[in-house]
T-cell receptor, first 116, second 115 residues
Framework: GAVVSQHPSWVICKSGTSVKIECRSL??????MFWYRQFPKQSLMLMAT?????????EQGVEKDKFLINHASLTLSTLTVTSAHPEDSSFYIC????????????FGPGTRLTVT | AQSVTQLDSQVPVFEEAPVELRCNYS??????LFWYVQYPNQGLQLLLK??????LVKGINGFEAEFNKSQTSFHLRKPSVHISDTAEYFC?????????????FGPGTSLSVIP
């Protein structure tokens, strides 16, 4: 099956710094990628949808200047958490939709972000 | 817009007993339905999906689900659970109209299998 990777798998950063998380589709082309945020014992909340070569579409309540998303190629999307604060600590999961099938969405293993 | 309800936040069940995890959805358009499993500190794994056709869908690890359009439900079942089935289970929905539509997740059900 299709594989989506995320890097890093976990990261600890100091408050005020920026962190970049990469999401890659390893064996398929993904025209659309999604970024989710998951707090402990909670469901996945969609943050934004990104289409290759265009600006991301953010969900209501998500600060686009704080969570910068770039989808520069058909296999790579990045999420940058700028000026991170402790409340940004969370589990971030990306997913990618296979260009060849419009319904299958593959999820990455997630990135645990801890801001101290 | 779509929404998903999972009425049971926690389901304890003894090993080798059957289990049903309930999922109801609301949508004004045709939908695709999914069940995902998440093990601690891991991403999501697709258990099964309903796109069209037969309303009984079989997935991995012995799970199956039945789509009921009149009741807008997509309950997940397994006839005999194992310890390894202990995990968080998410029901999800997206409209079938366009490839850009987003997937909406339910709040999740925590399945605990008791030895």
């Amino acid at each position: 099956g299709a594989v989506v990777s995320q890097h890093p798998s976990w990261v600890i950063c100091k408050s005020g710094t920026s962190v970049k998380i990469e999401c890659r589709s390893l064996d398929f082309q993904a025209t659309t990628m999604f970024w989710y945020r998951q707090f402990p014992k909670q469901s996945l909340m969609l943050m934004a949808t990104s289409n290759e070569g265009s600006k991301a579409t953010y969900e209501q309540g998500v600060e686009k200047d704080k969570f910068l998303i770039n989808h520069a190629s058909l296999t790579l999307s990045t999420l940058t958490v700028t000026s991170a604060h402790p409340e940004d600590s969370s589990f971030y999961i990306c997913s990618a939709r296979d260009h060849g099938t419009d319904y299958e969405q593959y999820f990455g293993p997630g990135t645990r972000l801890t801001v101290t | 817009a779509q929404s998903v309800t999972q009425l049971d936040s926690q389901v304890p069940v003894f090993e080798e007993a059957p289990v049903e995890l309930r999922c109801n959805y609301s949508s004004s358009v045709s939908v695709y339905l999914f069940w995902y499993v998440q093990y601690p500190n891991q991403g999501l794994q697709l258990l099964l999906k309903y796109l069209s056709g037969s309303t009984l869908v079989k997935g991995i690890n012995g799970f199956e689900a039945e789509f009921n359009k009149s009741q807008t439900s997509f309950h997940l079942r397994k006839p005999s659970v194992h310890i390894s089935d202990t995990a968080e289970y998410f029901c999800a929905v997206r409209s079938s109209g366009t490839s850009y539509d987003k997937v909406i997740f339910g709040p999740g059900t925590s399945l605990s299998v008791i030895p």
